[in-house]
T-cell receptor, first 116, second 109 residues
Framework: DTEVTQTPKHLVMGMTNKKSLKCEQH?????MYWYKQKAKKPPELMFV???????INESVPSRFSPECPNSSLLNLHLHALQPEDSALYLC???????????????FGEGSRLTVL | GQNIDQPTEMTATEGAIVQINCTYQ??????LFWYQQHAGEAPTFLSY????GLEEKGRFSSFLSRSKGYSYLLLKELQMKDSASYLC??????????FGSGTKLNVKP
């Protein structure tokens, strides 16, 4: 199984709503990532979890709250978002981050978020 | 992030060869990756370099010079389906992956 699965594929929410994006991988990877991608722009790193602990937060606003319940799951909780937060949110995973030979990021298909 | 630079757009003809360059900041470098991304889809992995030299994978090759902070992706025998964005990504300090701005490749008949 070499897949990263993200749900939902599409999400529309109002600025007062609370919603969550979910990501799952069963490759035994110990690093998981959230990226945000706007149209015609590259993916922008948001958060990195290593061994279920938050290791990197790229100064992301607190209206985005990540959670890693176990080594296979990664959530992104959304609250009081702004229309400019509308984007494709990509989850990715990679092998043991302590291994300098660890390879590439494996991406999910993304969750397309629209904030009204 | 990390000053990863690529040309914004390139155009090439079907059947030709194209080279997409990438330069990056070398401090903390731990690997360079090339991804292909079609509009509205997730990036798909193409190649990985961690040591200097050329890695070949079918029609795609990637080169790395760590001392120069330079890589290129070479695409041979271009096909129309190769029209996409090509993203250079660098791993820093084991688990920070940053992407360049991407190169949009247009393949024309």
């Amino acid at each position: 199984d070499t897949e990263v699965t993200q749900t939902p594929k599409h999400l529309v929410m109002g600025m007062t709503n609370k919603k969550s994006l979910k990501c799952e991988q069963h490759m035994g990877h110990r690093a998981m990532y959230w990226y945000k991608q706007k149209a015609k722009k590259p993916p922008e790193l948001m958060f990195v979890y290593s061994y279920e602990k938050l290791s990197i937060n790229e100064s992301v606003p607190s209206r985005f709250s990540p959670e890693c319940p176990n080594s296979s799951l990664l959530n992104l909780h959304l609250h009081a978002l702004q229309p400019e937060d509308s984007a494709l949110y990509l989850c990715a995973s990679s092998q043991d981050p302590r291994d300098r030979r660890a390879g590439e990021l494996f991406f999910g298909e993304g969750s397309r978020l629209t904030v009204l | 992030g990390q000053n990863i630079d690529q040309p914004t757009e390139m155009t090439a003809t079907e059947g030709a060869i194209v080279q997409i360059n990438c330069t990056y900041q070398t401090s903390g470098f731990n690997g360079l990756f090339w991804y292909q991304q079609h509009a509205g889809e997730a990036p798909t992995f193409l190649s990985y370099n961690v040591l200097d030299g050329l890695e070949e994978k079918g029609r795609f090759s990637s080169f790395l010079s760590r001392s120069k902070g330079y890589s290129y992706l070479l695409l041979k025998e271009l096909q129309m389906k190769d029209s996409a964005s090509y993203l250079c990504a660098v791993r820093y300090n084991f688990n920070k992956f940053y992407f360049g701005s991407g190169t949009k490749l247009n393949v024309k008949p």
